[in-house]
């Protein structure tokens, strides 16, 4: 799987270095009139549509998680300053199961499944090579990622209440293993402008999480579609 994410990378990089050199010179004589006014001074609602890989994390003496591949929602909000450059904010997030290893002071393993949930707010830099309707892109940006490991590491608290509508009403909290880090990413794809309000923008991403306790920076290979409306 890994090498063929490798080869599906390779092939987009190449796709649009030849896409760029085909249509420089349409691009110049205004490729089509779908934006006549451009993009720049427009702001733009984002949907992204995300697959993240698989991948395994290395922790401290030997320690490791295995995350199984899942798919990835979010929105955000983004400025277009010119028909080159865009600043936006991010917000997304997802669930996973995994499977843990964990190394005893014996030097035994064990192993145990859980979910992992994560969500992630990032300030992203979207740079359009070209002014057409379509156009390849290259992207880049830092955020900050919030993990919640589903392990229980506190007891379990909880309260009863009546409800107008429910009547008598109870609810338990109980409180996991949770942390926050600072995450990068960096991304190549094309935009497709389909008419005035709406654009696609399939790319290949790659994100790093500092993740506290790691054995170096974890990184995630993710496919993504974002769904563009103009506002």
Same mark, same amino acid.
């Given at each position: 799987?890994?090498?063929?994410?490798?080869?599906?990378?390779?092939?987009?990089?190449?796709?649009?270095?030849?896409?760029?050199?085909?249509?420089?010179?349409?691009?110049?004589?205004?490729?089509?009139?779908?934006?006549?006014?451009?993009?720049?001074?427009?702001?733009?609602?984002?949907?992204?549509?995300?697959?993240?890989?698989?991948?395994?994390?290395?922790?401290?003496?030997?320690?490791?998680?295995?995350?199984?591949?899942?798919?990835?929602?979010?929105?955000?909000?983004?400025?277009?300053?010119?028909?080159?450059? =865009?600043?936006?904010?991010?917000?997304?997030?997802?669930?996973?199961?995994?499977?843990?290893?964990?190394? =005893?002071?014996?030097?035994?393993?064990?192993?145990?499944? =859980?979910?992992?949930?994560?969500?992630?707010?990032?300030?992203?830099?979207?740079?359009?090579?070209?002014?057409?309707?379509?156009?390849?892109?290259?992207?880049?940006?830092?955020?900050?990622?919030?993990?919640?490991?589903?392990?229980?590491?506190?007891?379990?608290?909880?309260?009863?209440?009546?409800?107008?509508?429910?009547?008598?009403?109870?609810?338990?909290?109980?409180?996991?293993?949770?942390?926050?880090?600072?995450?990068?990413?960096?991304?190549?794809?094309?935009?497709?402008?389909?008419?005035?309000?709406?654009?696609?923008?399939?790319?290949?991403?790659?994100?790093?999480?500092?993740?506290?306790?790691?054995?170096?920076?974890?990184?995630?290979?993710?496919?993504?579609?974002?769904?563009?409306?103009?506002?």
């Amino acid at each position: 799987m890994k090498q063929a994410l490798r080869i599906g990378a390779a092939c987009m990089v190449i796709g649009i270095l030849f896409f760029a050199v085909l249509s420089a010179a349409a691009d110049a004589q205004e490729f089509s009139n779908i934006r006549s006014s451009g993009r720049g001074g427009n702001w733009d609602f984002f949907l992204p549509l995300a697959y993240i890989d698989s991948a395994t994390v290395k922790g401290e003496n030997g320690s490791s998680v295995d995350l199984d591949a899942t798919m990835g929602w979010g929105f955000g909000f983004g400025y277009n300053f010119n028909d080159h450059f =865009n600043l936006n904010g991010m917000f997304t997030w997802s669930q996973r199961n995994y499977k843990a290893t964990v190394v =005893n002071t014996d030097g035994t393993n064990q192993k145990y499944n =859980n979910t992992l949930y994560s969500s992630t707010f990032g300030v992203n830099g979207i740079y359009y090579l070209l002014s057409g309707d379509i156009t390849p892109f290259v992207s880049a940006g830092i955020g900050m990622t919030y993990l919640d490991s589903n392990i229980q590491n506190g007891p379990a608290s909880g309260s009863c209440w009546y409800d107008p509508w429910w009547g008598y009403v109870c609810n338990n909290y109980v409180p996991t293993k949770t942390q926050y880090d600072v995450s990068y990413n960096a991304g190549i794809g094309v935009r497709f402008d389909l008419s005035r309000q709406f654009s696609l923008q399939p790319s290949y991403n790659k994100m790093w999480v500092d993740i506290n306790k790691s054995s170096g920076t974890p990184d995630f290979d993710i496919w993504r579609l974002d769904f563009v409306f103009r506002m």
